[in-house]
């Protein structure tokens, strides 16, 4: 059985991990953000409750993240699951930990996809996408063959996200550092983790990911 658990910062292509490792040894994703909109458009009791905390633009408190993982996990018969997105800091790693023993699962693997700052800066802000087909390019890294028209159906209609720019990106990673540190330190001395250099193409870290197993 593997259960599996990433961690990596915002651009280091740790979701795009996920599913290909998912498809490979055909287990679950459990995306964090995911399970909380799927349970808000259920419309259960507990997905009104979300979706307050959701409108009013507080966090969702640990536990309800926890339950809805625990929930799945009991409901469902899988041979493992990538969790995805939690535990982002020390106190719900404990948490999940004390929800794991209760329903008498762990935490296998975890791996920690590490990218350089200047890196993900550029895999954030060169971003950009075709508003008619969705193809994604990179102005750094995977601009278009021809400027401002998408290679795959040439259209003009190319878009930046708004919310990218650079001081805001810094400020989320070093949110991001400072709260996984110490959860870097607690997997290691569990001797789960497992760190990939993240900067190559999705494919050769693919390989890697997988050579790891």
Avoid: W
Avoid at 17 to 35: C, E, H, R, W
Avoid at 78 to 88: A, K, M, Q, T, V
Avoid at 144 to 160: F, Q, V
Wanted: one cysteine or more.
């Amino acid at each position: 059985m593997k259960n599996i658990l990433f961690l990596g910062p915002p651009g280091s292509g740790k979701g795009t991990q996920a599913k290909m490792l998912a498809d490979y040894l055909n287990i679950p994703t459990l995306s964090s953000g995911d399970m909380l909109r799927d349970e808000v458009d259920r419309g259960s009791e507990l997905g009104k409750k979300i979706k307050t905390y959701m409108q009013s633009g507080d966090l969702v408190p640990d536990e309800i993240i926890i339950l809805l993982i625990k929930n799945f996990l009991v409901q469902k018969h899988l041979n493992g699951f990538i969790l995805d997105g939690f535990p982002r800091n020390i106190n719900q790693a404990y948490s999940l930990e004390k929800m794991f023993l209760e329903i008498g699962k762990s935490i296998d693997r975890v791996f920690n996809f590490e990218v350089p700052d200047d890196v993900l800066i550029k895999r954030i802000l060169g971003r950009y996408s075709c508003k008619e087909c969705g193809s994604i390019y990179n102005t750094y890294f995977k601009p278009t063959s021809r400027l401002g028209i998408c290679d795959k159906c040439n259209s003009d209609k190319l878009e930046y996200r708004k919310d990218d720019n650079e001081q805001v990106l810094k400020n989320r990673l070093l949110v991001y550092h400072k709260s996984t540190f110490p959860l870097i330190d607690f997997y290691q001395k569990k001797h789960l983790l497992i760190s990939i250099e993240a900067v190559k193409s999705s494919h050769i870290v693919f390989d890697v990911l997988k050579n790891s197993l």
